[in-house]
């Protein structure tokens, strides 16, 4: 069992609301990435930092913005939500030898 | 950047029959392919990888099969059970040791009827 953990699990905020959805690992992953998952099952890559104060933008481009002053926490973060962010959001580590292992994620929802 | 088609995206087989999953990957540089099993309102969970110097894996019965000339690989499960049910996705990345961004395929529904 991957130790990834992300909060909260869901979320259902009103439109204009700051939010931050967190992530942790204590695996000591060098790695970590956050995926946007559509209705349609498709995993979207949006963020991704190799190591502290690394961070990089993914393949699909994404209005949060994330952090990463420890090794084992890497939030994103929505200033101002709106109903097109609604969407479940999965965080994911990696020693970068092997495959990623994910957290259970955050479905969000925006009102 | 690499693309990787996945098929099909819906599956339904009988309670004990096969079910394979085929995905293709288009950067030929690609050399690690892991397959994630995703159950409703789970995160992916990786159930086997493989790496491009190897051309099969099996772990009990799932085995995956990698064919790096027409760049395609497979999914196979065999004796197929209910608990099988859940969405797989194939991934390819380059591992180059300083990161390892998977591209992902666009999932397939497995359905295992009783």
């Known amino acids: 069992e991957a130790d990834i953990y992300q909060t909260p699990r869901y979320l259902v905020i009103g439109t204009g609301k700051k939010i931050t959805l967190e992530c942790s690992q204590t695996m000591g992953h060098d790695k970590m990435y956050w995926y946007q998952q559509d209705p349609g099952m498709e995993l979207h890559l949006i963020h991704y930092?190799?190591?502290?104060?690394?961070?990089e933008k993914g393949d699909l481009s994404s209005e949060s913005t994330v952090s990463r002053i420890r090794t084992e926490h890497f939030p994103l973060t929505l200033e101002s939500a709106r109903p097109s962010h609604t969407s479940q959001y999965l965080c994911a580590s990696s020693d970068g030898r092997r495959a990623a292992f994910f957290g259970q994620g955050t479905r969000l929802t925006v009102v | 950047g690499e693309n990787v088609e996945q098929h099909p995206s819906t599956l339904s087989v009988q309670e004990g029959d096969s079910a394979v999953i085929k995905c293709t990957y288009s950067d030929s540089a690609s050399n690690y392919f892991p397959w994630y099993k995703q159950e409703l309102g789970k995160g992916p969970q990786l159930i086997i990888d493989?790496?491009?110097?190897?051309g099969e894996k099996k772990d009990q019965r799932i085995a995956v099969t990698l064919n790096k000339t027409a760049k395609h690989f497979s999914l196979h499960i065999t004796e197929t059970q209910p608990e099988d049910s859940a969405v797989y996705f194939c991934?390819?990345?380059?591992?180059?040791?300083?990161?390892?961004?998977?591209?992902f395929g666009t999932g397939t529904q497995l359905k295992v009827e009783l």
């Open positions: 493989i790496r491009s110097n190897v």
């Open positions: 930092s190799y190591g502290v104060n690394s961070t």
């Open positions: 991934a390819a990345s380059l591992l180059t040791g300083g990161g390892n961004k998977l591209t």
